[in-house]
C-alpha cells in the first residue's frame, strides 16, 4: 500500500511560539491513522496544515501526491474534513444544509438523499438543525464530508462530548468508509477508540512526535502486561498482588505464595493505550509552552 499522506520536517509558528516542529508522518492509503495526544500538543494545527486551513513555516506536505503548498484545490476536490469547529446552517433542515455542499461540490442531486439515507438521517430529513442533538449534527457533519466521495477523509475529534451510542455510530462510519477505500486520519483523546479502530496512531506532545506505531506494537513497546492475583490473607482479608510477565516466572511466584485455596482470581492485564499514552506523554503541568 502506498502513502497518501507524506509529512517531512513540518514547523508551524505562530509568532515565536513553535505549535509544531519538525513532524514527520506517513500515513497509508486505506488505513486508519490516529494523531494523539494532550490538550494544546498541536493535533489541530496539523490537520490544519494539511487541508490547507493555515500555511506553515517550513517543511513539505504532500496529500495525495500533490504538493499543499502548490494544488490546494486539487487535493480539496479528493479530501473531506470534519473540524472540531465545523458549523451547520442552524435555521435550515437537515436535507437542506447537505443539498447546499452538494451544490457546492457540483455532485448529481440524488447523492444527497443517498449520503442522508447511509448515515440513518432519514426521519430527520426535514428537521431544522437547532433542534437536533449534538451526535445527530455530527452525523449530518459526517454526511456533509463525503457528499463527493472523497479519497481520505479528516476527522478532528469526531466524537468529542457525544454519548456512547453516537460514538458507536461514528464508528460504525469510520469502519463503513474504510471499508470503501476511504483513507481516515484522526485526532482523539479517547484511547480506547483509537485501540480499536486505528492500524497506526502517532503521539504528539508539545509540537513533537515522541511515539509512533500500530496500537499492538506500541503496547507491547511501552507498556507492561501484568498478572493481577487476588487473594485472601492470612487474617482473611482481600488482598491484591501484580506481577510484571516480563520479570521471569510468574506462576512459580504464585506458587511461591503458599496461597493453595485462598486464592480468589487470577488474571492477565494486558497494557493499555491509556498505558502508552501516560508513558510517552510528559506530564507538563504548570509549564507553559
Ligand atoms: N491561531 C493561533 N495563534 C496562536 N497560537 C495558536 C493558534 N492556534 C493554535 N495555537 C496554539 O498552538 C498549540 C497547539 O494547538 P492545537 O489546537 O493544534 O492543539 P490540539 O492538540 O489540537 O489541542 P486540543 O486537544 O485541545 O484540541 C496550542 O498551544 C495553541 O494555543
Known amino acids: 500500500m502506498s ?36 490538550n494544546g500538543a498541536g493535533k489541530t494545527t496539523t490537520i490544519k496544515t494539511m487541508t490547507g486551513r493555515l500555511t506553515f513555516s517550513s517543511g513539505e506536505i504532500s496529500i495525495l ?23 451547520l446552517y442552524e435555521n435550515l433542515t437537515v436535507w437542506e444544509n447537505i443539498d447546499f455542499f452538494r451544490e457546492l461540490y457540483n455532485v448529481e442531486k440524488k447523492n444527497t438523499d443517498n449520503i442522508i439515507e447511509t448515515l440513518s438521517l432519514l426521519d430527520k430529513r426535514n428537521e431544522k438543525v437547532s433542534n437536533l442533538s449534538k451526535g445527530l449534527k455530527q452525523r449530518v457533519l459526517l454526511a456533509r464530508s463525503i457528499l463527493h466521495s472523497p479519497k481520505l477523509l479528516f476527522l478532528d475529534e469526531p466524537t468529542s462530548g457525544i454519548d456512547p451510542s453516537s460514538s458507536f455510530e461514528v464508528h460504525d462510519f469510520i469502519l463503513r468508509m474504510k471499508e470503501l477505500g476511504t483513507t481516515i486520519f484522526l485526532t482523539s483523546h479517547d484511547m480506547e477508540e483509537v485501540d480499536s479502530l486505528c492500524d497506526e496512531v502517532a503521539f504528539i506532545d508539545r509540537g513533537k512526535i515522541v511515539a509512533s506505531g500500530s496500537p499492538k506494537y506500541l503496547k507491547k513497546k511501552f507498556g507492561t502486561n501484568e ?62 509552552r
Open 3 to 38: 502513502n497518501i499522506i507524506e509529512i517531512k520536517n513540518l514547523t508551524k509558528s505562530f509568532e515565536n511560539f513553535k505549535a509544531i516542529e519538525n513532524v514527520n508522518l506517513s500515513v497509508r492509503s486505506g488505513s486508519i491513522f490516529g494523531l494523539l495526544g494532550p
Open 65 to 87: 501526491g500533490l504538493d499543499v503548498r502548490k494544488d490546494l484545490k486539487g487535493i480539496h476536490q479528493q479530501i473531506g474534513v470534519v473540524s472540531e469547529s465545523q458549523n
Open 227 to 288: 498478572v493481577e492475583v487476588s487473594y485472601l490473607d492470612r487474617e482473611g482479608k482481600e488482598a491484591v498482588q501484580c506481577f510484571n510477565m516480563d520479570d521471569g516466572d510468574v506462576f512459580e511466584k504464585i506458587s511461591n505464595m503458599n496461597l493453595k485455596d485462598r486464592i480468589l482470581s487470577i488474571h492477565t492485564k494486558e497494557a493499555t493505550m491509556k498505558d502508552v499514552f501516560l508513558s510517552v506523554i510528559k506530564n507538563d503541568k504548570g509549564v507553559s
